[in-house]
């Protein structure tokens, strides 16, 4: 069951929340994506240093 909890503003300055299905499969995408990013990030600065030492001269 997926389930989102989002915040109603009313005049009165109080919050109420509504539940909405959703949100847990939308959570799961998120942390997907955070993981493939973190891990792109690492693996593009690993490219451009190997190439830095190639461009360099250095021997592997």
């Known amino acids: ?4 909890v ?3 503003s009313h005049h009165n ?7 909405h299905k959703g949100e847990s ?6 942390i997907l994506n955070a993981a493939l990013l973190s891990f792109g990030l690492i ?3 690993w490219a451009l240093g190997a190439l ?5 001269g250095a021997e592997e």
């Open 43 to 45: 693996f593009v600065g």
């Open 13 to 19: 300055g109080k919050h109420k929340q509504a539940i």
């Open 6 to 8: 989002k915040s109603i």
């Open 25 to 30: 499969q939308h959570m799961g995408g998120e």
């Open 1 to 4: 069951m997926n389930i989102q």
């Open 52 to 56: 830095l030492l190639k461009i360099q």
